[in-house]
């Protein structure tokens, strides 16, 4: 049962707790419509407080991406397990998971998020910050996609086809949350497929992407998502 008294916190720990509250803040409304005293209240601390441990609300911001970023990064970890395509499924529900979770937060992620700062920082600073952020998941979703199809060292028409479907993945989550009218796990399967398509489409010019083509159509069960593909193509053909 609770006393009533107030726990003290730790510089860290403080820290982590101002993160976690505007990162939740930044989720549900715009960052630029949140303000420090709604930081501060959902904290239980005061206004000075906040700005003991954080320069200003763009630095408190821009630490709430950074966690954002690690968070939507690890949504793309998953295990060696299964065919591909069941793999992807999964991967697509956990990112659309966080695109649902955080979504005012996601686009502000993903466009750079508000053009220049309150407490200082100039918008180019903020902007390349941000866009380190940006980067950072793509490429931790870019080695996580190789190493699920067994590559290290990619062709060039390879890392095309797999960059080319992270930003499809990006911009498909984007218009997905302006009105939200195709639901969210007809896109995760479409994604799945487009990943195929892709793959398909790369593999008429390059052998390595050819071989890779091969070896997920052997591994795909009869009902799993690219052999749903083919049906669907199939149908359509006929």
Sequence with gaps: MSTGVRRRMGVEERRQQLIGVALELFSRRSPDEVSIDE???????????????FP???SLYEAALKRAAEDLAGRFNEPH??????????????????????????SALMRGGPAVSADGIGA??????????????RQAAYEQMLSHLGVTDPSPRLELVVRSWISLAEST?????????????????????DFAALAAVGALHDEETAALLHTMAGNEPADGPFAELVGRLMSLAS
């Design 39 to 53: 930081i501060a209240s959902a904290a239980g601390i005061s206004r000075p407080l906040v700005y003991h441990y």
């Design 56 to 58: 200003g609300k763009h």
């Design 81 to 106: 397990e299964g065919p591909l395509g069941a793999r992807l499924l999964r991967v697509m529900r956990r990112f659309f998971d966080f695109v649902d979770e955080h979504g005012p937060g996601f």
């Design 173 to 193: 989550a984007l218009i997905w949350l302006d009105g939200r009218r195709v639901p969210r796990g007809e896109l995760e399967v479409q994604l799945v497929h």
């Design 124 to 137: 180019k600073d903020h902007v390349s910050a941000t866009n380190a952020l940006i980067d950072s998941v």
